[in-house]
């Protein structure tokens, strides 16, 4: 793990300096609170841990078996 210190609107570059993946920003420090800005293609997902945890267990429930269709019928 590489820990560093930046100040408010200083930058880290993600991947090759020339061609940068992605670039992370200090927006903001206000108290203990920071404001972090990520620069990313699109096609990147950047996720908080909480909501990557949610999407790698849905992913990980079994499918549910069988399928809901709509009923068929004239609607009455």
Request: net charge neutral.
């Amino acid at each position: 793990m590489l820990v560093i210190t930046r100040r408010e609107g200083e930058e880290v570059v993600i991947g090759n300096p020339a061609a940068p993946l992605g670039i992370v920003r200090i927006a903001q420090i206000r108290g203990d609170r920071v404001r972090i800005a990520f620069e990313f293609p699109r096609e990147v997902d950047v996720h908080r841990r909480e909501v990557a945890e949610q999407i790698v267990a849905k992913e990980q429930q079994p499918p549910i078996a069988g399928t809901i269709r709509p009923a068929v019928g004239d609607g009455t």
